[in-house]
C-alpha cells in the first residue's frame, strides 16, 4: 500500500476535489443509513396510530432523503471524473517524459510491451482505484461504523450478533490481499509479455507472412493467452471466496438476527418498528461490507500498478549534465599540458554493455582515434567489432566506460546530452520513421525548429536512438535553428513565423536535395505533408533511409555519424548519395561505418577496427596494401579509382577483385543485405 501513497504528488493538485468528493459520498452513505430510522418512526408512529397524514409525511421525508442520497451519489461521481482524468494524463506525461530520458542501456534490457502495457492498463487501473477503491473504502468504513453505532444503539444485544463476523471477516481481507497482490502482479507482467507479442507481430507482419510463421506464432501467443487466463482464474478464484464470505457470514448474521428480533418483538420485548428499522440498517450496510473484497482486489492491482510505474519513473537517469567526478575522470587520463586536439577523438575508450556477462572482454577496448577538424573517417571492421557500439558513444546513446571522447577539444562528458546531440548528428543502418509527415521526419533533424518541436511532440514517437539534434552552423552565418538573431527582435511575430518557415522549408529542400530524397518526395501524393506511415512503412527501404539521411543532415551538423547508411539503397540510388553527400561530408567532421569499398571511398582515411580496438589507421590504398585483415574484409570487392564512381572497376579491380555490390560474393554483401 506504500506504493500507492507514492501518487500523492500526482494527486495532490486535485486534492480539494477528491477530498469534497469523498466527503458527499461519505454525507450520501449516511443518509442511506439513516433512511431506517425514519421508518422505524414511521412504523412505531403513525402506521400504528393509523395517522394517514403521518404516513404521507413520513413517506415524502423518504422519498426526499432517498432523492438526496441518489443526487449526491451523482454529484460525487461528477466531481471526480476530470481530476482522476487529469491525474491519469499527469502520470502517463511523467511515464512517457521518463521514457523517453531514460538511457538506451534502460531500453536494451526492457521489453517494449512492459512499458506500453505500464503507460496504458496499469495507469487505467490507477484512475479506477482513484475513482472507486480510494472512495468507497473510506466511504463505506465510514457508512459501517455509523450503521454499527445505530445498530447498537438500537438494540445493542442484536447488534453484536450483527457484529460477530467481523473479526474472521478482517482476518481472511488481509489474507486474500496479500494473495492477491501476488497474482494480480503476475497477471500485469503476463500482461506486458502478451503486449509485446502482439507488437512484435504486428510490426513484423512481413516477416511472419513472408516466412509462412503465423501458425508458430499463433501457437506461441495461444500458450501465453493459456497462461494469462490461468492467472485471471486463480485471480477470480481468489475473489469469488472472499466475496462469497463476504455476503454468507453477513448473510448469517441477519439471519440470525432476525430471528431473534421477531422472537423479541413477539415476546413484546421490541417495537415492530425497532425490528424494521434495525433489519433496514442492517441491510443498508449490505453493499459496504460485501463491496469490500472487491475494492481490495482493486486496491491490490492498483497498488501493483503503482509498483510497475514507479519501476521506470525510479529507474537512474544517466548522468546529465555530465556529472563533476566522471568529467574529472575523464580529464584524469590527459598527458601533459598539450591543449585538446579539435575534430573527434577517442582517447583511450573503453566500453561494455551494462548486461554484458562479467567473464567477456569489453566491447571496445583502448581505442585510440583523432578525426581532424572536417575529415571523414571511415570506421571497417568485421561483423560484431564493435563498430555500431563505437557510433553510439559520440551521440552519448552510451557513455564509454573508460577514456574520453572529445569533440572539438570538448570533453563529451562535461556536455550534457542535449550539447552534445546539438552538436552530432546521427544516421544508423536501420532507419526509424515516426508516423508523421515526411517533412516532419526530416526536420526533427533541425534542433530547436519549432516545427520539429511540434513534429516530434505530435508524432510522441521521439527516440532517444534516432533523434538526431542537430548543430546551428555558425561558420557561414546560416541558422536552420533558433539562431535567427537580430530578425527575432525585429520582425513581427508574423513575419518571424513566415521567415522561420521560409527557413525551415529551405532547409528542408536542402536536405531532401543532399539524401536524393527530393524525387520521390515530390512525387508522394502530398509531396513532403505526405503522411509515411507507422515507422514509414509505406515507403521502401531505400526511401526511408533517405529520409533518415536527410534527417542527419539537415541541421548542419558539426559532426555526423553515419552507421551504414546506404546499405539499403540500389546501384544507382547510392551512387546518387554518395555524390550528394560528399557536399555534406567536406563541412562536417564525420565517422562513417562502411562495409564496402564505395562508402569507403567518400572517407579521407579508414580505420580498422578488430576485436574491440584500432588495429590500423590509413588510407583505402594504404591499409590494403598494409593489413592482411583490412584486405581481407575488402576482398571480392574492387576497389574504384579515388574519387572516380564508388561502384566498377578501380586500380584494385586489376588484382582481380570485383565490386561488392555488383557481385554479391564478397562477405560483406551478404551482411550489406541485412
Ligand atoms: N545492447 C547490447 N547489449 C549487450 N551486448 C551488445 C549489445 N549490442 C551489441 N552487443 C554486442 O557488442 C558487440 C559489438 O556489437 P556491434 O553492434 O557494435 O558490432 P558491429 O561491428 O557494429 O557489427 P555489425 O557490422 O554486424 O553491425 C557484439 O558482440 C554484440 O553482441
Known amino acids: 500500500m506504500r506504493s500507492l501513497l507514492r501518487l500523492w504528488p500526482f494527486v495532490r493538485p486535485v486534492r480539494a476535489r477528491l477530498f469534497t468528493a469523498a466527503f458527499v459520498a461519505v454525507v450520501a452513505s449516511c443518509i442511506g443509513v439513516v433512511i431506517p430510522l425514519v421508518l422505524k418512526w414511521l412504523v412505531d408512529g403513525p402506521v400504528a396510530a393509523g395517522d394517514t397524514g403521518g404516513v404521507w409525511w413520513g413517506g415524502g421525508c423518504l422519498l426526499l432523503l432517498g432523492l438526496a442520497e441518489a443526487g449526491l451519489f451523482g454529484l460525487r461521481r461528477w466531481l471526480v471524473a476530470r481530476p482522476t482524468a487529469g491525474v491519469e494524463a499527469a502520470m502517463r506525461e511523467a511515464l512517457y517524459h521518463r521514457v523517453q530520458r531514460l538511457p538506451v542501456a534502460f531500453h536494451d534490457r526492457w521489453a517494449s510491451g512492459q512499458l506500453l502495457s505500464r503507460a496504458t492498463t496499469d495507469l487505467q487501473l490507477l484512475r479506477l482505484f482513484l475513482v472507486f477503491p480510494l472512495t468507497f473504502l473510506l466511504v463505506n468504513g465510514a457508512t459501517i461504523v455509523v450503521g454499527c453505532a445505530i445498530l447498537l444503539a438500537q438494540r445493542w444485544s442484536l447488534g453484536l450478533v450483527l457484529l460477530a463476523p467481523v473479526l474472521p471477516l478482517t482476518v481472511m481481507c488481509s489474507v486474500f490481499q496479500a494473495k492477491y497482490a501476488q497474482v494480480a502482479r503476475r497477471a500485469q507482467d503476463q500482461l506486458g509479455d502478451l503486449t509485446t507479442v502482439v507488437e512484435e507481430s504486428v510490426l513484423g507482419i512481413r516477416i511472419i507472412k513472408g516466412f509462412g510463421r503465423h501458425r508458430s506464432q499463433a501457437r506461441a501467443f495461444r500458450e501465453l493467452i493459456r497462461s494469462v487466463r490461468a492467472t485471471e482464474l486463480r485471480k477470480a478464484r481468489l475473489l469469488s471466496v472472499v466475496w462469497g464470505a463476504n455476503t454468507l457470514l453477513p448473510e448469517l448474521a441477519v439471519g440470525t438476527a432476525l430471528v431473534l428480533g421477531a422472537v423479541q418483538v413477539a415476546d413484546g420485548r421490541l417495537s415492530a418498528g425497532t425490528l424494521v428499522a434495525f433489519l433496514s440498517t442492517a441491510l443498508a450496510l449490505r453493499w459496504p461490507v460485501d463491496s469490500i473484497g472487491f475494492l481490495l482486489a482493486m486496491s491490490s492491482a492498483a497498488a501493483t500498478a503503482a509498483d510497475r510505474c514507479f519501476e521506470v519513473l525510479d529507474a537512474p537517469l544517466a548522468d546529465d549534465p555530465a556529472a563533476p567526478d566522471r568529467a574529472a575522470d575523464a580529464g584524469g587520463g590527459r598527458t601533459g599540458g598539450a591543449p585538446p586536439a579539435g575534430g573527434l577523438v577517442f582517447e583511450g575508450v573503453g ?45 552519448r546513446l552510451y557513455d564509454p566506460t573508460a577514456g574520453r571522447i572529445t569533440l572539438d577539444g570538448r570533453d563529451l562528458a562535461t556536455l550534457s546530452r542535449d550539447e552534445a546531440r546539438a552538436l552530432v548528428a546521427v544516421a544508423f543502418e536501420e532507419p526509424t520513421l515516426f508516423s508523421a509527415t515526411a517533412a516532419e521526419n526530416v526536420l526533427m533533424g533541425a534542433a530547436g525548429t519549432p516545427d520539429a518541436d511540434r513534429a516530434a511532440g505530435r508524432s510522441g514517437r521521439q527516440d532517444e536512438r ?35 518557415q521560409a527557413d525551415q522549408e529551405a532547409a528542408l529542400r536542402r536536405a531532401l536535395e543532399v539524401a536524393q530524397a527530393d524525387g520521390f518526395v515530390a512525387a508522394l501524393p502530398q509531396g513532403a505533408a505526405t503522411e509515411v506511415g507507422e515507422q514509414g512503412m509505406s515507403l521502401s527501404g531505400g526511401q526511408r533511409q533517405r529520409l533518415a539521411l536527410a534527417r542527419a543532415v539537415v541541421g548542419r551538423p558539426r559532426f555526423l555519424v553515419l ?112
Do not use: C, W
Open 351 to 395: 566500453f561494455r554493455y551494462p548486461d554484458a556477462p562479467p567473464d567477456t572482454p569489453a566491447t571496445l577496448r583502448g581505442v585510440d582515434l583523432h578525426i581532424r577538424p572536417g575529415e571523414t573517417m571511415a570506421l571497417v571492421g568485421a561483423t560484431g567489432s564493435g563498430k555500431t557500439t563505437l557510433t553510439a558513444l559520440v551521440p
Open 466 to 500: 534516432d533523434h538526431p539534434r542537430a548543430a546551428r552552423d555558425t561558420e557561414d552565418g546560416r541558422d536552420t535553428g533558433d539562431g535567427h538573431g537580430d530578425r527575432d527582435v525585429l520582425a513581427d511575430r508574423t513575419g518571424l513565423a513566415t521567415a522561420r
Open 563 to 674: 552507421d551504414d547508411p546506404l546499405s539499403a539503397l540500389d546501384v544507382h540510388t547510392e551512387a546518387l548519395v554518395e555524390a550528394a553527400l560528399r557536399n555534406v561530408l567536406a563541412t562536417t567532421t564525420a565517422l562513417v561505418v562502411a562495409h564496402r569499398p564505395s562508402t569507403v571511398l567518400l572517407a579521407d582515411r579508414v580505420a580498422l577496427l578488430s576485436d574491440g580496438r584500432i588495429a590500423a589507421v590509413g588510407t583505402h590504398r594504404q591499409l590494403l596494401r598494409d593489413s592482411p585483415e583490412y584486405a581481407a574484409l575488402m576482398s571480392g570487392a574492387a576497389e574504384p579509382g579515388d574519387g572516380g564512381p564508388a561502384h566498377g572497376s578501380g586500380p584494385d579491380a586489376g588484382a582481380g577483385r570485383g565490386p561488392a555490390r555488383t557481385t554479391g560474393t564478397g562477405p560483406h554483401e551478404g551482411e550489406s543485405a541485412r
